[in-house]
């Protein structure tokens, strides 16, 4: 069986943030029991409403790990732009959520045209206010992401005629189109539309929430009884949404939601503010102009707006030929434009004006007979002066959230059976997609207007107010394959149901880490071990080892299984499940599916009560890739109720 995510009969075949697929391998066998919907009946048009209401909640069961805390905030980290979701969570309650998801469909009697409309809507009583969190308060974006909204998803209308003789099938408005062969990971064919990350992790969250619906039209049509085709284009562009700054499973306070500046100072300089404290009277003696004082923004990038891609441009078909000969296997074949919904970060080099600044003050401070020398000794006047340089200087520069366009991805697909087994496969090519380089160097490079070792990154030196373009383009390939069976009487179950998936994805002609670092995560410094040097971008602290920037290569699996045990009380069917994750070899980009070594578990139990009731119990564990993996301290305990009518 082939899990499939959408909504509706055009979409005839069962990206990214890599991670969030770990809750789709939870979802994937919770979907909801069919029920008797509200109907309704007006004339020529008929109708009904499906209604799921909910109650979740979900618990923090582990201890922070320090090796993910930046070291001004008391862990051991050099980089205080990872840990403001860490920070904001004690173990007990992290989410409580009380929440619905509607569906509304209306159809003209003589089945020729029709609406469809999905609404939902929730608030989480432990975040529904800034305050709510235990450090970092939430900002207004990342509130209306994890703490309360309301919204409109699906919101369109179809009609079904005769095209050349052969039925076909349009569809204008907000809706989903899910193409490939993918259940469990990102980065393929299933590129139509965005994935809402946020929405998934929260508790009582459904797997009809994993992709946000886009304005497009599309068009669907059986050419021949073994020949269909399918084509859209796309009115708006959306991004996918990630885990807002600050919430519970955000590793990113920089260039997610919410997110407004990058620290500087490798986990030297809190990122809730910094002052010299007995120091400020000596250094403000040597300082002719802009005082020292408390600064809540000292040594931070501010972020300029993003660079959101254009609406028009996205567009794709696929076509489908099903083989009886061929053990009735079906083979998909697919093309699209679209713009990346995935973030990557770029800069803006300061000013001349920021780099006289700092010049001024760096030689103020460190002046033969400065109040400074005299109170510390010259090589901590030198730190001191080195400090307040950049933060002169930084005030003038940025950085930038882009999304780069016109992404072209080709894809082949198949599903069949091997003897008891469904197998299913998908292969897919991009080409020019964006990679992000190494967030250290790309900073490093926006400091190169100040000299020093700021010069020592791969991406180049710098003049003032110069853009620094943050990522590369490559094509890249991902090929995967999924086994699924549904078994009888196992473990005294009625009917055990496995889905196993494994993928490998490759980068062409990625550059070789001695010349262009690409981005894994926790690489919290430089991978150039003369940047630990005094004289380099970060004295004192240990260069990255190259292991742990992104691969050209990279694959793993993941794994579900659930068992069905009906009427074990009454009408109460149980339905136990556990899910498994293993990223086997290689970090993939930024935002892909991978990270050697890092590997998830999921233990639950589900039960179900007359088609009207559900409830699951689960809990799940990250572990392995050490620091790399950012989420190693986030075990956590979930709990949900429903309701459907």
């Known amino acids: 069986m082939a899990v499939k995510i959408g909504e509706g009969k055009m979409i005839t075949d069962a990206r990214s943030v890599g991670r969030c697929f770990v809750v789709v391998s939870t979802l994937v066998f919770m979907l909801p029991v069919s029920v008797s919907a509200v109907e309704f009946d007006a004339g020529p048009v008929a109708g009904n409403v499906d209604t799921t209401v909910s109650f979740g909640t979900m618990s923090r069961v582990q201890g922070r790990d320090n090796s993910a805390i930046c070291t001004a905030n008391g862990g051991t980290a050099h980089d205080c732009n990872a840990d403001d979701g860490n920070l904001n969570y004690d173990t007990g309650v992290v989410s409580q959520v009380w929440r619905f998801i509607s569906d509304v469909e209306v159809n003209h009697k003589n089945g020729n045209f029709g609406a469809f409309f999905r609404a939902r809507g929730f608030v989480d009583t432990r975040n529904n206010s800034s305050g709510d969190t235990e450090r970092t308060p939430l900002g207004d974006r990342a509130l209306d992401l994890v703490g309360r909204h309301v919204d409109l998803l699906d919101a369109y209308g179809w009609a079904r005629f005769d095209m050349v003789g052969r039925p076909a099938e349009v569809r204008f408005g907000k809706h989903v189109l899910n193409w490939g062969e993918s259940t469990f990971m990102g980065g393929g064919i299933s590129a139509v539309n965005p994935i809402d990350a946020a929405a998934l992790r929260m508790p009582g969250a459904e797997i009809r929430e994993a992709l946000l619906p886009v304005n497009m039209l599309s068009l669907s049509m059986d050419a021949t009884d073994q020949l269909s085709a399918e084509a859209f284009y796309q009115l708006d562009w959306d991004k996918t949404i990630a885990e807002p700054s600050g919430s519970y499973f955000s590793t990113n306070d920089a260039a997610s939601d919410g997110g407004n500046r990058v620290q500087l100072g490798f986990g030297d300089v809190p990122d809730t503010g910094f002052s010299f404290g007995a120091l400020t009277t000596a250094i403000n003696a040597d300082l002719t102009t802009d005082q020292a004082s408390f600064d809540p923004d000292f040594m931070t990038l501010s972020r300029a707006g993003d660079n959101s891609a254009r609406n028009s441009g996205q567009w794709g078909i696929a076509l489908r030929y099903f083989s009886e000969s061929l053990n009735d296997t079906e083979f998909g074949f697919y093309y699209m434009n679209h713009h990346s919904r995935m973030p990557v970060v770029s800069a803006r080099t300061g000013s001349a004006a920021g780099v006289i600044a700092g010049a001024t003050a760096d030689g103020q401070i460190t ?121 009888g009487n196992t473990m005294g179950a009625n009917e055990f149901l496995f889905v196993g998936e494994a993928a490998v994805t490759h980068v062409h002609g990625m550059p070789s880490k001695d010349t262009l670092r690409l981005e894994g995560p926790g690489t919290f410094t430089s991978g150039n071990p003369s940047n630990a040097a005094l004289t380099g971008g970060h004295p004192g602290k240990a260069a990255e080892s190259w292991d742990h920037f992104a691969d050209a290569t990279s694959w793993g699996y993941r794994l579900r299984g659930r068992w069905t045990y009906n009427s074990v009380i009454h009408s109460i069917n149980l339905l136990p499940h556990v899910a498994f994750q293993h990223d086997v070899s290689g970090v993939s980009p930024a935002g892909g599916n991978f990270v050697e070594d890092r590997k998830a578990v999921t233990l639950g139990l589900g039960a179900t009560y007359k088609s009207r009731w559900e409830t699951d119990l689960s809990y799940t564990s990250f572990f392995g890739a050490g620091r790399y993996n950012l989420l190693n301290d986030r075990d956590y305990v979930s709990f949900n109720l429903k309701y459907l009518f």
Request: aromatic share 12%; glycine share 10%; no cysteine.
């Open 367 to 487: 002046a033969a007979g400065s109040q400074t020398t005299k109170a510390v000794g010259s090589q901590k006047a030198q730190e001191i002066a080195q400090m307040v340089a950049v933060d002169r200087y930084a005030k003038t520069a940025n950085y930038l959230v882009e999304y780069p366009e016109d992404v072209g991805l080709f894809g082949l697909g198949f599903n069949t059976d091997l003897g008891k087994w469904a197998f299913q496969g998908e292969y897919s090519f991009k080409n020019d997609a964006p990679l992000q380089i190494d967030d250290i160097e790309l900073f490093l490079a926006t400091l190169t207007p100040l000299g020093g070792g700021f010069t020592q990154n791969q991406i180049g030196t710098f003049g003032t107010d110069q853009y620094v373009k943050g990522y590369i383009e490559r094509d890249i390939s991902q090929l995967q394959a999924t086994l699924s069976r549904a078994f």
